[in-house]
């Protein structure tokens, strides 16, 4: 297993369903990121974990939920989305030291999410 | 705040042929990094080449090469020999190397590459 890894690859899901993304990440990295990609616009930081604590939370909705329960597993919970929140939502880790630098973000394959 | 600016929506080129994707970027911070990525139909953000700041030699990573010029604060990917499997988007990315900061990226361009 290489890499950053995201499941599902795709989902479909109604506004009143409630499902979670998964990301893993493989490099032996200490922050994950994520970050959503709508059409023509560019990728927007979504969320930060930095040593398993949220350092970043870019005024996302809270049907928006994140859990990084160690530093290699990332989750992206949704419940009651909008159709507006269709779009590619990618995963990304790096590693960061003490006073914050980071290395370079490595990116997963993304979740090509569709709100009916 | 810290901006990157793709002018060219998409580019057109044939294969084995140079190309040049433009990025300017504006900021005040003096210490910084520049990112290139290519995403793929596929949509996966594949890390293609990196410039730091201070670094006085252009960035090379195989046909990749990035042509810095700090004080005209561009960033510039040049692709030689261009190959069918590089049409894809490209994205232009800078992150500050003070605090926890993290990437902020430009809207991209679009290179298509002919046989």
């Known amino acids: 297993e290489t890499g950053v890894t995201q499941t599902p690859r795709h989902l479909v899901m109604g506004m009143t369903n409630k499902k979670s993304l998964k990301c893993e990440q493989h490099l032996g990295h200490n922050a994950m990121y994520w970050y959503k990609q709508s059409a023509k616009k560019p990728l927007e930081l979504m969320f930060v974990?930095?040593?398993?604590?949220?350092?970043e939370n870019n005024s996302v909705p809270s049907r928006f939920s994140p859990e990084c329960p160690n530093s290699s597993h990332l989750f992206l919970h949704l419940h009651t989305l909008q159709p507006e929140d269709s779009a590619l939502y990618l995963c990304?880790?790096?590693?960061?030291?003490?006073?914050?630098?980071?290395?370079?973000?490595?990116f997963g394959p993304g979740t090509r999410l569709t709100v009916l | 705040a810290q901006k990157i600016t793709q002018t060219q929506p998409g580019m057109f080129v044939q294969e084995k042929e140079a190309v040049t994707l433009d990025c300017t970027y504006d900021t005040s911070d003096q210490s910084y990094g520049l990112f290139w990525y290519k995403q793929p139909s596929s949509g996966e953000m594949i890390f293609l080449i990196y410039?730091?700041?201070?670094?006085?030699q252009n960035a090379t990573e195989g046909r990749y090469s990035l042509n810095f010029q700090k004080a005209r604060k561009s960033a510039n990917l040049v692709i030689s020999a261009s190959q069918l499997g590089d049409s894809a988007m490209y994205f232009c990315a800078i992150r500050m190397n003070s605090g926890y900061s993290t990437l902020t990226f430009g809207k991209g361009t679009m290179l298509l590459v002919s046989p």
């Open positions: 974990y930095n040593f398993k604590e949220q350092t």
């Open positions: 410039q730091g700041s201070y670094d006085e």
């Open positions: 990304a880790s790096s590693q960061r030291t003490a006073t914050g630098e980071t290395d370079t973000q490595y």
